[in-house]
């Protein structure tokens, strides 16, 4: 039996539309994205490196912050373009840069020294990419009425029949 105490302290659960669920889970993704970098620039001889103008093995040039911006600009727009697109292709567009962004997560653990950071940061990548993908997979149909059904069928609106 309810009470009224019970009503009272429920909490509103509203559902939020995938749209907003997609634009959080790639915000998310970013700041994991974001601060993996920052954090990393306290491993010890990163920074050395920048200095003398070296990025892993590469030299700094404008060809490689380029590419390096270029690569960062996709999760980047996938928050405003799963806001934006029309649903049919913001479902495909999500399938398709989260699951290019899976293996581009894990190739960036390659070679680093710090195995339990930079292994910590892939795996949590890679739950949020998982998520936008289950999200994006799993898009809601919409039903259609049985008049809008009729008369996407005819491509004329169903007309019944009155009887005098």
Partial sequence: MRTLRDNTTALDDSRLPVRAKLVAAW???MFLYVY??????????????????VVFEYDISQT????????????????VLSAM??????????????????????????GESWTYFYGLAVVLEVIVLAVILRLAWTWP???????????????EPLRTQHHA
Avoid: C, E, H, W
């Fill in 85 to 110: 697109l029309p649903a049919r292709a913001s479902r495909i567009t999500n399938i398709v840069v989260a699951s290019v962004q899976v293996p581009y997560a894990a190739f960036n653990a390659v």
């Fill in 141 to 155: 149909r919409r039903t259609a009425s049985p008049a809008t059904t009729a008369t996407s069928l005819d491509r």
């Fill in 27 to 29: 915000t998310s993704f």
């Fill in 64 to 79: 490689l912050l380029t590419a390096f911006l270029t690569l960062m600009a996709i999760p980047i727009l996938m928050i």
């Fill in 36 to 53: 993996v970098d920052i954090l990393g620039f306290f491993v010890p001889g990163k920074i050395d490196d920048i200095l003398v103008g």
